[in-house]
């Protein structure tokens, strides 16, 4: 009995993953990456789930910045999660766009917002790793897709290596 319980102790610890707190999330991407991003960004600001660096506000200008966004689940909770925001249309994304990774998390994905011309694109990497589902965005103050694909793929990476037990 004392080793189905330690057993069944052992696999619900185990179903809980291997991330038991919360990281600070405004250390999840170095500030060396943030200033390549969003030169001019000032510090990150972070709430419960959450850090965004955003450049200064200029009139007649579009702003840049980076936002992240978590959630730690258990790993099948973080599992269905991570599918669903796969699979579901959420406004404002591009569906014929998204595109899997490979080597950021244990699972990732990126999807675009579509850009005015000549105005800002976003870029959104969506990862999970065990039981922490992580969404980067990135926006520039541009229309440069590829600028944007390149920049929150490298944040991700960074924010994946970074996620430690």
Same mark, same amino acid.
């Given at each position: 009995?004392?080793?189905?319980?330690?057993?069944? $102790?052992?696999?619900?610890?185990?179903?809980?993953?291997?991330?038991?707190?919360?990281?600070?999330?405004?250390?999840?991407?170095?500030?060396?990456?943030?200033?390549?991003?969003?030169?001019?960004?000032?510090?990150?600001?972070?709430?419960?789930?959450?850090?965004?660096?955003?450049?200064?506000?200029?009139?007649?200008?579009?702003?840049?910045?980076?936002?992240?966004?978590?959630?730690?689940?258990?790993?099948?909770?973080?599992?269905?999660?991570?599918?669903?925001? $796969?699979?579901?249309?959420?406004?404002?994304?591009?569906?014929?766009?998204?595109?899997?990774?490979?080597?950021?998390?244990?699972?990732?994905?990126?999807?675009?917002?579509?850009?005015?011309?000549?105005?800002?694109?976003?870029?959104?990497?969506?990862?999970?790793?065990?039981?922490?589902?992580?969404?980067?965005?990135?926006?520039?103050?541009?229309?440069?897709?590829?600028?944007?694909?390149?920049?929150?793929?490298?944040?991700?990476?960074?924010?994946?290596?970074?996620?430690?037990?």
């Amino acid at each position: 009995m004392t080793a189905t319980i330690a057993s069944w $102790r052992w696999w619900d610890r185990a179903r809980e993953g291997e991330l038991r707190a919360d990281p600070n999330f405004c250390e999840l991407v170095a500030p060396e990456t943030i200033h390549r991003l969003v030169p001019d960004a000032y510090g990150g600001r972070e709430d419960v789930a959450s850090c965004t660096w955003a450049a200064p506000r200029k009139t007649g200008e579009y702003r840049a910045g980076v936002h992240r966004f978590a959630s730690r689940l258990n790993v099948d909770l973080a599992r269905e999660d991570f599918r669903d925001q $796969r699979a579901e249309v959420e406004p404002g994304w591009e569906m014929n766009t998204q595109e899997d990774l490979l080597g950021v998390g244990e699972e990732a994905f990126l999807r675009f917002r579509p850009p005015t011309p000549g105005k800002t694109i976003t870029a959104q990497v969506v990862f999970r790793r065990s039981n922490m589902v992580i969404s980067i965005a990135y926006t520039r103050s541009d229309d440069d897709r590829q600028a944007a694909r390149a920049g929150v793929i490298d944040a991700a990476r960074e924010a994946a290596t970074l996620l430690r037990p």
